[in-house]
């Protein structure tokens, strides 16, 4: 929560006068939460009130923007999520493989009440969501949520582009390399590449092609470096769980912990740290998890919709309505395990696939609306 009031900190003159309510199942850190981001907000001296609901209903009436990022079931369910395909020689992960198909199981149907509630409370709100799996859950939603508005979000691309920009040799400044990112989440590559809005698409394929990876034991850096060599592609870090599963899953099993007993051993610091900068006056609670980046690429995407900004941005999950067509040489359906090609812009859309009418925005959002939880 930190680094969504950090997120909304940093765009706190788009969004004065909002209100955010927070909801959680757990009273007592919700109430840590309230003090903590209503001490953040008032030391930056923003516009903005925090306050806390103790019913989900109640939390959403009259919302705009419904900012979903939960675990159903814990670290401990991720924990069986991770644990026990490994027994079975298989990758264990929060979003790929059976622990992904887990989590999914125990995240949509949270997700869909959440939908329901929001198309009797706040119909024209938009969810904004990270509950993983993102591109399963928002499918979900879109499908059968009652007719909701959703975005599913990621930030991992960046990460990815800063990995690649080093792999390649260009410059790791955020915001100078950009990449459009084609597929589902954590099985996205890349093709189109600018380096300070200039196309080096070209170039970035002739570097891939004799790309060798960097001295050292980093078996990510190595197989990422094998894909973009064999496919003239970025790839996302999330592309080994599927090309090189067993190398993977050896790492995972040689390990003998899984990532969510090594968070879970250090969630009591945490909190013992956010307890801490709750009884400053001039909070600055830690950035180890859930830091700014996350909340602020959330914020940026509720401004670009409420404030129709026009910016790119990257979502993994949305209705396109045929907006845009994905970069393919043919219009079968990409397999997460195959790269897609890139296409002809004088190809002819698949059937039942119509062009939008002009001026049309998909992400446009409701005329005359701030952005922010709920318009005070």
């Given amino acids: 929560m930190p680094g969504v009031i950090r997120g909304l900190l940093h765009r706190a003159g788009d969004l004065a006068g909002s209100e955010v309510v927070l909801y959680d199942l757990d009273s007592e850190r919700l109430r840590l939460m309230e003090t903590l981001g209503g001490k953040m907000v008032a030391a930056a001296g923003a516009d903005l009130a925090v306050r806390?609901?103790?019913?989900?209903?109640?939390?959403?009436?009259?919302?705009?923007?419904?900012?979903?990022?939960?675990?159903?079931?814990?670290?401990?369910?991720?924990?069986?999520?991770e644990s026990i395909p490994l027994r079975y020689g298989v990758v264990g992960q929060e979003t790929a493989g059976p622990g992904g198909f887990l989590m999914a199981c125990r995240s949509v149907p949270v997700l869909l009440r959440i939908a329901r509630l929001c198309d009797e409370v706040a119909p024209a709100a938009w969810i904004v969501n990270y509950t993983n799996p993102t591109n399963i859950v928002t499918d979900a939603v879109l499908r059968f949520g009652g007719g909701i508005r959703i975005v599913g979000l990621c930030d991992g691309h960046a990460g990815d582009l800063e990995l690649w920009a080093a792999l390649l040799g260009y410059p790791t400044t955020p915001g100078r390399m950009e990449a459009d990112w084609i597929g589902l989440n954590h099985a996205t590559w890349a093709e189109r590449v600018r380096l300070d809005g200039a196309d080096v698409s070209a170039e970035v394929r002739q570097r891939l092609?004799?790309?060798?990876?960097?001295?050292?034991?980093?078996?990510?850096?190595?197989?990422?470096t094998e894909l973009g060599r064999a496919f003239g592609l970025l790839a996302n870090a999330y592309a080994p769980y599927y090309f090189f599963h067993d190398d993977v899953a050896g790492e995972l099993r040689a390990k003998g912990t899984t990532r969510a007993?090594?968070?879970?051993?250090?969630?009591?610091?945490?909190?013992?740290?956010?307890?801490?900068?709750?009884?400053?006056?001039?909070?600055?609670?830690?950035r180890e998890r859930g830091g700014s980046g996350h909340g602020e690429f959330a914020v940026d995407v509720i401004c670009a919709i409420a404030g129709?900004?026009?910016?790119?941005?990257?979502?993994?999950?949305?209705?396109?309505?045929?907006?845009?067509?994905?970069?393919?040489?043919?219009?079968?359906?990409?397999?997460?395990?195959?790269?897609?090609?890139?296409?002809?812009?004088?190809?002819?859309?698949?059937?039942?696939?119509?062009?939008?009418?002009?001026?049309?925005?998909?992400?446009?959002?409701?005329?005359?609306?701030?952005?922010?939880?709920?318009?005070?």
Wanted: proline share 14%; charged share 25%; hydrophobic share 30%.
């Fill in 52 to 81: 806390t609901e103790p019913a989900l209903r109640a939390a959403l009436v009259d919302a705009d923007f419904v900012f979903t990022t939960f675990r159903p079931g814990g670290m401990a369910a991720r924990h069986l999520d």
């Fill in 209 to 224: 092609a004799s790309l060798e990876p960097p001295p050292g034991e980093s078996s990510l850096l190595r197989q990422l």
């Fill in 261 to 286: 007993q090594e968070v879970m051993a250090r969630l009591p610091d945490l909190y013992a740290d956010y307890q801490a900068a709750a009884a400053r006056e001039h909070p600055e609670p830690s």
């Fill in 308 to 376: 129709d900004e026009g910016r790119r941005l990257t979502s993994w999950s949305t209705r396109s309505c045929g907006a845009r067509r994905p970069p393919r040489r043919s219009w079968r359906r990409a397999s997460p395990l195959m790269p897609p090609t890139s296409h002809s812009s004088a190809d002819p859309p698949p059937p039942g696939v119509t062009q939008p009418a002009a001026g049309r925005r998909d992400l446009q959002g409701p005329p005359g609306r701030r952005s922010g939880c709920r318009r005070g």
